[in-house]
């Protein structure tokens, strides 16, 4: 028996039986190790003041003793808990109630137009909501300004909704830059044969695309 | 208490069962007021609950478990009240139990018991003061038995320890 299993029975002994006595191995170690011995010691006065201590707790008279005809019956000392349980889930269940009413009420989705879209001269001034331009269908609006050589520039613009508009980007995006009078548009044909806007015109739409 | 389904079982000895459970409360809480009132709202429990108790649970483990909660709630409560009552004094100030008790072996080590956690304080009362055994003590807890084995080994520890510490304390006053 090392040291430790000794402890480990000291207190086994002491936890099983306050005054038994030590197994001869136990002893055996106990005279050999000095240790053991001190250790063995502690238990053994923790025990006695133990037994002192229930010993005085023994001659300990109650003030009271117990009257079971002043207790009532289960059934009336029950009752209370059982409705208060009930009460209890009758209000969960509203509360759980009221929750799903008002995740599931009926919402009116409000449409607002998120901010103006240029509208210089625009007949009827009114700003179209976000959605009346989602749904004008344009798949591509294409701007093609060269500032490199002025002779060269093209501008592509389409009259959208009585709108023209400078194009850029995917469908779901529309920079309107600037109106267009079509009576004032006088194409001509340069050496090439190509169709040319006058330069007042593309003076006019390249400073408005930059 | 007529017509209950329970007039037909033995009674207990009730003068012993309260004397029991008073001791327990009052090693429980070390105050004779509050083990008082402990003892008499445990055993208003435990009778009023009879019918759950099994047939191998004898009364006196039967209303022990009861006293055992009842002084856990009038702990909680004295500890939220922060009412000083004479042991809390004792538990606040380690001085005082060394100045003032040191002389009174038993106290001393009522006062380290009271020290311990919890769990390692209900189960040395159970034992030790009560003279409850392992089994015994684990039925009242509702807890099983190698619980309260290892729990006493603790507080075995700790007690050994602490009282073994204020000795060599006393001594070296004694020099």
């Not at chain 1, 331009?133 to 060269?146: E, F, G, H, M, N």
């Not at chain 2, 080994?153 to 009282?163: D, E, G, P, V």
């Amino acid at each position: 028996m090392n040291c430790r299993e000794f402890e480990q029975h000291v207190r086994d002994r002491l936890i099983v039986d306050v005054q038994g006595r030590l197994d001869p191995s136990a002893a055996k170690h106990a005279a050999k190790c000095r240790s053991c011995a001190a250790y063995f010691a502690d238990i053994t006065t923790l025990g006695d003041r133990f037994e002192a201590v229930r010993e005085a707790y023994d001659r300990v008279e109650s003030p009271s003793v117990f009257d079971p005809s002043a207790v009532q019956d289960d059934r009336r000392v029950l009752r209370p808990r059982v409705f208060r349980f009930a009460r209890a889930g009758m209000a969960a269940a509203a509360v759980l109630a009221a929750a799903m009413l008002i995740r599931h009420w009926p919402q009116e989705v409000a449409h607002e137009a998120v901010g103006p879209v240029a509208r210089r001269d625009s007949p009827e001034n009114v700003v179209p909501a976000v959605d009346d331009l989602l749904k004008i269908q344009v798949p591509r609006l294409t701007a093609l300004a060269s500032y490199e050589d002025d002779e060269n520039t093209d501008i592509n613009l389409r009259t959208v909704g009585g709108i023209t508009v400078l194009g850029v980007g995917g469908p779901r995006m529309i920079i309107p830059v600037r109106s267009y009078d079509h009576d004032d548009e006088k194409d001509t044909l340069d050496d090439r044969g190509d169709s040319r806007t006058d330069k007042s015109d593309r003076s006019r739409s390249g400073r408005a695309s930059a | 208490m007529t017509g209950g389904p329970h007039d037909q079982e033995e009674k207990p000895d009730f003068a012993e069962l309260s004397n029991r459970v008073y001791r327990l409360c009052l090693s429980l809480l070390g105050s004779e007021v509050e083990a008082s009132d402990a003892g008499q709202e445990a055993m208003v429990r435990a009778w009023s609950r009879r019918g759950s108790r099994r047939a191998e649970v004898s009364w006196w483990t039967w209303c022990g478990g009861f006293a055992v909660r009842v002084c856990r709630e009038m702990w909680r409560h004295r500890q939220r009240d922060r009412r000083v009552s004479e042991l809390d004094v004792h538990e606040l100030n380690p001085a005082v139990v060394r100045e003032g008790l040191s002389q009174d072996d038993t106290t001393r080590l009522h006062v380290s018991v009271m020290q311990l956690p919890r769990r390692q304080r209900e189960v040395t009362i159970l034992r030790f003061f009560a003279g409850l055994s392992v089994q015994e003590a684990a039925q009242v807890l509702g807890c099983p038995p190698g619980t309260v084995k290892s729990n006493l080994h603790k507080a075995i520890q700790t007690l050994r320890r602490s009282l073994a510490d204020r000795d060599k304390l006393d001594e070296l006053q004694g020099i």
